[in-house]
Nanobody, 121 residues
Framework: QVQLVESGGGLVQAGGSLRLSCAAS????????MGWFRQAPGKEREFVAA????????YYTDSVKGRFTISKDNAKNTVYLRMNSLKPEDTAVYYC??????????????WGQGTLVTVSS
């Protein structure tokens, strides 16, 4: 069973930045399309960003375009989410997962524990 471990969350003021990391057991990140998702309090989990296996194609939900950057280091088997210009509405638990494809952003593995991002106004 693949395990996904997210880290890097914390409390930040609006306008600030954070970088999230996601590590996986096994070499799935280097061979897979990966995505970041988030779940705000009282809301459904939503897709945030995706990156293809080679790292040269990315996709973002509209609300984070121009502020968030997804990247991956296949040698380190890690995927990142750089978040700039954070807003209070970005407050959520953030998760990574392997997804079916860039166009079919369905999560394929069990969810990790996530990492909490809290943006204060």
């Amino acid at each position: 069973q693949v395990q996904l471990v997210e880290s890097g969350g914390g409390l930040v003021q609006a306008g600030g930045s954070l970088r999230l990391s996601c590590a996986a057991s096994g070499r799935i990140i280097s061979n897979s399309v990966m995505g970041w998702f988030r779940q705000a309090p009282g809301k459904e989990r939503e897709f945030v960003a995706a990156i293809n296996w080679s790292g040269d194609s990315t996709y973002y939900t509209d609300s984070v375009k121009g502020r968030f950057t997804i990247s991956k280091d296949n040698a380190k088997n890690t995927v990142y989410l750089r978040m700039n210009s954070l807003k209070p509405e970005d407050t959520a638990v953030y998760y990574c997962n392997r997804i079916a494809s860039m166009n079919n952003r369905v999560a394929l593995n069990a969810w990790g524990q996530g990492t909490l991002v809290t943006v204060s106004s």
